[in-house]
């Protein structure tokens, strides 16, 4: 809820525009969970690689969701260091690594921003590479590549790892082809942006991958790379769960589906996945004897609550609050079942008229009646209830 920035040598106000704006210069953003034994390191290798002030002027800003001491080091380390240095805490880690990103590019007042991790597996010295690398090819974005020559992923530990991430990063570049061409390495979570490239509200990260959502998001016009050599964990540990391999699945889910188009698409592909268990019900229960008829009834909601899941979690995410859930899975039902209603007669028809098997007639009417339920869907459940009553409602 309340956000608390203090601020160490220079502060940082939001709302001022920091007088010392000059061409170049940079804020270094550094989210940070749990990560005091990396602090004074960090700040020491930081201050060692960033140039004179009067060269490239340089603030750190360290966005904070930490459980420990985190920002008190932070604050005792600061205390020598030769560049401002600040820390946002949150009390809420909201949007994860991919939030507190967003947080800080929300404060950030600076030609640059650099985002890197706390644990020295990004190497600071290659922070003003990144800015001189974009300012000479006029680049709004410049990645730190594990995956261009002269760049490793040297401390991805364990084969396991390497996969995932290979693995991911073909997934990602395979749906967005476009917004990503020209990265090598849009898992980095090393890179630098110009801040006028950066469309802040227009941001909803979700976890972990704060480049992929800046490159297909923000669109930056212009990509340049910088090969990298993924270091070693300093201390600690990664706080990378397989939850968060959920959360990027569903993250790629909602910046794919970000166009009508493609959330009809998504709709149809939940839809169509609703057969399975759906038609997996319907013969459990014809098999126990039960008519056709009513098996159907129950068996669609099967089909209904597999469909509500999966479309709450991977289409509609970003629209679940206007509405309380058991509304949505209220009027959700209620849709999925007038449907049926119309269908029963349907499925009546095909079987007692033209001679169809049960389940491909039923599996023919689900098919024809599913871009109705669509539209139906998006305005009754997900849209916001007025586009006027601002008051109560967020708009998206
Ligand atoms: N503020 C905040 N809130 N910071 C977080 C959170 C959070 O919820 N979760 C993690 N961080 C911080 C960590 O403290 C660290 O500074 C940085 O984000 C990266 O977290 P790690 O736990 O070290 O991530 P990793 O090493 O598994 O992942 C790294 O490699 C990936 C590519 O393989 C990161 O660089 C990722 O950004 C990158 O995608
Ligand atoms: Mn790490």
Redesign the pocket.
């Known amino acids: 809820m309340s956000e608390d920035l203090w601020s160490l040598h220079a502060p940082i106000d939001p709302d001022l525009s920091l007088p010392q704006a000059a061409t170049g210069s940079v804020t270094v953003i ?6 005091a034994g ?1 602090i004074i390191e960090l700040l020491r290798r930081l201050g060692d690689a960033l140039p004179d002030p009067e060269q490239l002027p340089c603030t750190v800003l360290f ?4 459980t420990d001491d985190t920002p008190a080091v932070i604050e005792k380390a600061a205390a020598d260091h030769p560049f401002p240095v600040s820390v946002l805490h ?1 009390e809420t ?1 909201e949007g ?2 991919g ?2 990103v967003v947080a800080g590019l929300a404060r950030a007042d600076t030609d640059w921003i650099v985002v890197m ?3 020295l ?2 190497p600071p010295h290659l922070v003003p590479e990144l800015v001189g690398e974009g300012e000479r090819t006029g680049a709004d974005l410049v990645v730190a590549s594990r995956y261009t020559s002269g760049g490793s ?1 040297a401390g ?1 530990a364990g084969g396991y ?1 390497i996969a995932v ?1 290979r693995g991911a990063t073909w997934l990602a570049k395979g749906l967005f082809p476009r917004a990503l061409r020209g990265i090598s390495d849009p ?4 890179f630098a942006m110009r801040r006028s490239a950066v469309t802040a509200g227009a941001l909803a990260p979700l976890g ?4 992929l959502e800046l490159a297909v998001r923000c669109r930056p016009a212009k990509v340049a790379e910088v090969p990298f050599v ?1 270091q070693d ?1 300093y201390c600690g ?4 769960t397989a939850r968060e391999g959920m959360r990027f699945l569903a993250h790629l889910a909602s910046l794919r589906s970000a166009t009508p188009l493609a959330r009809l698409a998504g709709f149809g592909l939940i839809g169509l996945s609703g057969f399975v268990p759906n038609l997996a019900a319907l013969w459990l229960l014809t098999r126990g004897g039960m008519h056709y008829l009513p098996a159907e009834i129950v068996a669609n909601q099967a089909g209904v609550l597999w469909n509500f899941l999966l479309i709450e979690t991977l289409l509609f995410r970003d629209r679940r609050r206007h509405r309380h859930w058991a509304d949505r899975i209220g009027r959700f039902g209620l849709l999925a079942n007038a449907d049926l209603l119309l269908r029963i007669p349907l499925i009546a028809l095909f079987v007692a008229r033209f001679g169809m098997e049960v389940l491909p007639a039923t599996a023919l009417a689900l098919a024809t009646t599913f871009v109705l339920r669509f539209a139906a869907t998006e305005s009754l459940v997900y849209l916001p209830r007025t586009s006027r009553r601002a008051g109560r409602h967020t708009r998206s």
């Open positions: 550094i989210p940070t969970f749990n990560e990396n966005v904070d969701d930490s949150r880690a994860g690594l939030g507190a991790d706390a644990d597996q990004h992923r991805l790892r991430s898992m980095s979570g090393f972990y991958k704060i480049l993924f964990r540990e990664s706080k990378s």
